[in-house]
Every structure is written in structure tokens, then in C-alpha cells.
């Protein structure tokens, strides 16, 4: 006889969408920090800075819409359940940081390109995006062990899917907009 959860599957929740999402931004993460590494080895020949930057784009991409999930869809529904100990400002906050630091690595890839025997602006380039590899993987950990936690732990069904309403309604205006 199959187990009893067998039986009776969890209903999805919130917090399942975006740790799958969380499970592909670490792959992505996975093949630009490998194609980082390829700097350090090579200087930055055209085709390591082709895939660092459609890599780099794609992780843009993804993380604006899931963002959009936390800072739209999650987090307002959450937030009476935070108190001041868990700094729901200080995620948000982290977001805005990681939009900054996107926008200068693209500025670093620019840079890279305009002298391609510049061995000094690849290693910056490398170091530079592993810097910020690091801090998503740090980010997302963090929502994963702590923040996804309490939202699992506090939120009613009935908030669950006012929560997947919002995730929605972002899912149709991404998708009405490509
Ligand atoms: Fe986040
Ligand atoms: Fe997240």
C-alpha cells in the first residue's frame, strides 16, 4: 500500500514556485561562473564574452520576473507576519543592490570588449562577476532557509492563493509584453 502522502500529494504552494525558480538561477549561475573561469585562462576572447553576456541577460531576465513575484506577488502578503528581526526591507533592499551591480558588470563587458588584450579589465571582469554570483547564490540561501520558511509556516490557504493570484497576473503581463 503507497504512503499516505502518496496518497494525498501536498497542494503546490507559493514558496515551491519560487525555489523552482531558485533551482534555475543557480544552474544559470553554474555555467557563467564557468564561463568566467575561461577569463582567467584565455583574456577575453570574443566568443567567452558572447556567453557571458547572453548568460548574464537570460539571469537579468529571469530574476526581474521572479523579483516581481517576491516584491508583488509574496512579500505584501507576508509582511504582518514579519517582525523586525527577519528585515523583509533588507531582501528588497538586496534586490535593488543586484539590479545595481548587473548593470555595472554589463559596463564591465563593454569595457572588456572596446580592448580584448586588456588582461587587466578581463580578470576585473572575472572577479566582478564572480563577486556577484556569489551574492545571489548568498540571496537566495537566505530566502530559501529563512524567509520561505515563515511564509510556509504562517500563511493560511486562503493567502497562499491570494499569493498565486499576484504570481499570475505577473505571469500574464510578462508574457503579453514578449
Ligand atoms: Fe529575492
Ligand atoms: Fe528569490
Same mark, same amino acid.
Given at each position: 500500500m503507497p504512503p499516505a502522502a502518496a496518497q494525498h500529494?501536498?497542494? %503546490?504552494?507559493?514558496?515551491?514556485? %519560487?525555489?523552482?525558480?531558485? !533551482? !534555475?538561477?543557480?544552474?544559470? %549561475?553554474?555555467?557563467?561562473?564557468?564561463? %568566467?573561469?575561461?577569463?582567467?585562462?584565455?583574456?577575453?576572447?570574443?566568443?567567452v564574452l558572447d556567453r557571458i553576456e547572453e548568460t548574464a541577460?537570460?539571469?537579468?531576465?529571469?530574476?526581474?520576473v521572479h523579483h516581481r513575484k517576491e516584491e508583488e506577488g509574496l512579500f505584501p502578503v507576508l509582511t504582518p507576519y514579519l517582525d523586525r528581526h527577519l528585515n523583509l526591507d533588507g531582501r528588497i533592499a538586496d534586490h535593488e543592490d543586484l539590479r545595481i551591480m548587473s548593470g555595472k558588470f554589463q559596463t564591465a563587458i563593454d569595457e572588456c570588449r572596446a580592448d580584448d588584450a586588456d588582461l587587466f579589465a578581463a580578470q576585473?571582469?572575472?572577479?566582478?562577476?564572480?563577486?556577484?554570483?556569489?551574492?545571489?547564490?548568498?540571496?537566495?540561501?537566505?530566502e530559501d532557509q529563512i524567509l520561505f520558511l515563515v511564509a510556509e509556516h504562517c500563511l493560511s490557504a486562503e493567502e497562499e492563493a491570494e499569493v498565486f493570484r499576484r504570481f499570475q497576473s505577473i505571469d500574464t503581463s510578462v508574457s503579453a509584453t514578449v
Open positions: 500529494p501536498r497542494p %503546490l504552494r507559493p514558496t515551491d514556485v %519560487l525555489k523552482h525558480e531558485h !533551482r !534555475r538561477l543557480e544552474e544559470r %549561475l553554474g555555467t557563467l561562473s564557468a564561463a %568566467l573561469e575561461l577569463l582567467g585562462e584565455r583574456g577575453a576572447e570574443n566568443s541577460s537570460h539571469i537579468d531576465r529571469e530574476m526581474a576585473m571582469l572575472r572577479g566582478y562577476g564572480l563577486y556577484i554570483v556569489h551574492l545571489v547564490l548568498e540571496h537566495l540561501l537566505k
